[in-house]
T-cell receptor, first 113, second 115 residues
Framework: GQQVMQIPQYQHVQEGEDFTTYCNSSTTLSNIQWYKQRPGGHPVFLIQLVKSGEVKKQKRLTFQFGEAKKNSSLHITATQTTDVGTYFCAGINYGGSQGNLIFGKGTKLSVKP | NAGVMQNPRHLVRRRGQEARLRCSPMKGHSHVYWYRQLPEEGLKFMVYLQKENIIDESGMPKERFSAEFPKEGPSILRIQQVVRGDSAAYFC?????????????FGPGTRLTVL
């Protein structure tokens, strides 16, 4: 079945350093979503990418969707302690139901002040 | 507008008992999804329901697990004869329709512990 892989699994950074997490799918995706989960919390939607090669920015966060629509990345510039949490990518499964999200295992970000 | 509600937030069961997890979607949302999250793991899709219909249950274990979303009331995820391996966080999400273009709104989750 379709798989979504995410690396790295963990990332420890000093406050102010940049952070990037990468997401790769075994098959072409129709769109990809990114979620953030704070420790002990629930996933919260960040953004959705639909078009090949799309780039979207939210303040210090930059999201990219690959040309082949099989990979994506999230880059955070100058991390802050409020960025702590686990970042998940989730791809939409072409072969499944329209609402079936396939989640990566996430990248857990810790930020040292 | 209240968000997705789940109860209970924490549930402790002994092996062999039944667990019932409830999810009330956001107002106006008729599509519900259930996910399971093991510690340090991502979310694994279990089932997708609309009112009175199961649309996709490809992620549900074949035995002991069932889900429903009745015409009235919350969606229920039911686990019969729980085992220790069922211990996990179970998240429910809702969306206004089933289109892949829509974000899913997650509830706070139910943390199930099986003793």
């Amino acid at each position: 079945g379709q798989q979504v892989m995410q690396i790295p699994q963990y990332q420890h950074v000093q406050e102010g350093e940049d952070f990037t997490t990468y997401c790769n799918s075994s098959t072409t995706l129709s769109n990809i979503q990114w979620y953030k989960q704070r420790p002990g919390g629930h996933p919260v939607f960040l953004i959705q990418l639909v078009k090949s090669g799309e780039v979207k920015k939210q303040k210090r966060l930059t999201f990219q969707f690959g040309e082949a629509k099989k990979n994506s990345s999230l880059h955070i510039t100058a991390t802050q302690t409020t960025d702590v949490g686990t970042y998940f990518c989730a791809g939409i499964n072409y072969g499944g139901s329209q609402g079936n999200l396939i989640f990566g295992k996430g990248t857990k970000l810790s930020v040292k002040p | 507008n209240a968000g997705v509600m789940q109860n209970p937030r924490h549930l402790v069961r002994r092996r062999g008992q039944e667990a019932r997890l409830r999810c009330s979607p956001m107002k106006g949302h008729s599509h519900v999804y259930w996910y399971r999250q093991l510690p340090e793991e991502g979310l694994k899709f279990m089932v997708y329901l609309q009112k009175e219909n199961i649309i996709d249950e490809s992620g549900m274990p074949k035995e002991r697990f069932s889900a429903e979303f009745p015409k009235e009331g919350p969606s229920i995820l039911r686990i019969q004869q729980v085992v220790r391996g069922d211990s996990a966080a179970y998240f429910c999400a809702s969306s206004p329709n089933g289109l892949a273009i829509n974000e899913q709104f997650f509830g706070p989750g139910t943390r199930l512990t099986v003793l």
